[in-house]
């Protein structure tokens, strides 16, 4: 069974750092097979992609997130991460983790979700 646990969110001021974390159990190779992502869900909004990274390690990040956000894996831990600077207030939201992507007849998907942490930064 494979589970995708968060870690790192908190409460931080404005212009501060938070570091995420998203331990995967259960599927060791996960990173060498599986394009890997982080989205956010803010209160009252749909919930967006932040970042992704593919199985060959190229990285995407949305425009909100760019030149602020770092997405990392590291293969020894099986964790994936996201360092995050220069917070905004507008940053605040529950960040979930989420691995492998799906496509099919009924839709399309992340196969696995963590059960996110929640980033909340202060002006």
């Known amino acids: 069974q494979v589970q995708l646990v968060e870690s790192g969110g908190g409460s931080v001021q404005a212009g501060g750092s938070l570091k995420l974390s998203c331990a995967v159990y259960?599927?060791?190779?996960?990173?060498?097979?599986?394009?890997m992502r982080w989205y956010r869900q803010a209160p009252g909004k749909e919930r967006e992609l932040v970042s992704s990274?593919?199985?060959?390690?190229?990285?995407n990040y949305a425009d909100s997130a760019k030149g602020r956000f770092t997405i990392a894996q590291d293969n020894a831990k099986n964790t994936l991460y996201l360092q995050m600077n220069s917070l905004k207030t507008e940053d605040t939201a529950v960040y979930y983790c989420?691995?492998?992507?799906?496509?099919?007849?009924?839709?399309?998907?992340?196969?696995?979700w963590g059960e996110g942490t929640l980033v909340t930064i202060s002006s």
């Open positions: 989420a691995a492998c992507p799906f496509e099919g007849p009924t839709g399309s998907g992340m196969q696995w």
């Open positions: 259960g599927y060791v190779y996960i990173f060498s097979m599986c394009e």
């Open positions: 990274i593919s199985s060959d390690g190229t990285t």
